[in-house]
């Protein structure tokens, strides 16, 4: 396929255009790596990592807007789509908004006062750009009876920060698509999880609407049953749906292999036949999926290098390390 000239590999986004989008996750140093490649193959982009709270917000009087307005400068210029991620996480958040200047814990309308402050200037200035947000990102608690993982969120705040943090969005920009995404959400007990609080959500009267399935899935799990049962059981709450971080990794979870240099070629038969089985389930409900983004743009550059065993690559994409479209590639927009 690597003899194939580039005039005639077609767009990866126009082979989807009668179903859904096609995003990437972006980040300063790939616009300019890749910017190429995602300008012809993507039609919606999200920043990696440069609209999270510690990246745009690292002290309560300072904000850093320069990368993630490279980011939203790249999709102007070359007419993509904008997803926004993310405005509230247990993760990648700054300490001092937890904080009084002493380190106590501040009270609970504190921090609902930070975070309108926050939202109010980070989804405002991008309300132009940005359509869709993903709010709240993995709340959930991965085992056990509990629904709610731990947080500084929760301990200060209760379970209410979750309404919160949607609200204040919705008043921000009122048109603006609003989310919430979640990791592992094809696993039948988390995704029962999932929509229990969704639900409750919606029976609140909060402005929620749809469901990130952030889909970061391998060439053995989900089972393709346990994905369709996810995207029916979220569909049938009358919310939009979109797989918000898709790779397919090479090595199940527990794999901890770390002797290849690069893949072989039953792993790339096999992350075909994958990836071809996935899209076809996704246009079987693309009355429902509105968007499906890769959380990257090719094999060269991946948050899967290293995670979880350090010093291990990853080849979990459509294209490869050189930019070109693999077998996968093909077997997806040739599909039937």
């Not at 910017?35 to 993507?42: D, F, Q, R, T």
């Amino acid at each position: 396929m690597d003899s194939i000239p580039n005039r005639s590999i077609p767009k990866l986004h126009e082979a989807f255009q009668a179903s859904f989008d096609i995003g990437a996750a972006v980040n300063p140093r790939t616009i300019i790596q890749a910017g190429e490649l995602i300008a012809k193959h993507y039609n919606s982009l999200t920043a990696e990592n440069e609209m999270k709270f510690v990246s745009l917000h690292p002290a309560e009087d300072t904000y850093t807007f320069e990368e993630a307005d490279k980011i939203v400068a790249f999709a102007r210029e070359h007419g993509k789509k904008m997803r926004g991620h993310t405005l509230v996480w247990h993760n990648q958040t700054s300490d001092w908004l937890f904080q009084e200047a002493d380190g106590r814990p501040v009270s609970r309308d504190k921090l609902y006062d930070r975070l309108k402050s926050h939202i109010d200037t980070v989804v405002k200035r991008y309300k132009e750009d940005i359509y869709a947000w993903d709010v709240v990102n993995e709340v959930i608690a991965d085992e056990g009876s509990e629904l709610l993982r731990p947080s500084k969120w929760l301990e200060i705040a209760g379970p209410g920060f979750i309404a919160k943090a949607f609200e204040l969005a919705h008043e921000a920009d009122p048109k603006a698509q609003l989310f919430y995404n979640d990791y592992n959400e094809s696993n039948p007990a988390k995704r029962d999880k999932i929509y229990r609080l969704v639900k409750s959500l919606l029976e609140q009267g909060v402005p929620v609407h749809g469901v990130g399935l952030q889909a970061h899935w391998n060439m053995y799990s989900p089972e393709l049953d346990d994905i369709r049962a996810a995207i029916e059981k979220y569909a049938s709450l009358g919310l939009r749906l979109q797989l918000t971080e898709l790779d397919v990794s090479m090595f199940r979870h527990d794999d901890r292999r770390t002797d290849l240099a690069s893949p072989t070629a039953e792993m790339l038969e096999l992350q075909e036949q994958r990836y071809e089985a996935l899209f076809k389930l996704l246009e079987e409900y693309r009355s429902h999926i509105d968007a499906v983004t890769f959380w990257g743009a090719a094999d060269d550059y991946t948050w899967l290098n290293d995670f979880p065993m350090r010093g291990r690559k990853n080849w979990p994409l459509l294209f490869d390390e050189k930019h070109e479209p693999k077998g996968s590639f093909w077997r997806v927009v040739q599909r039937s």
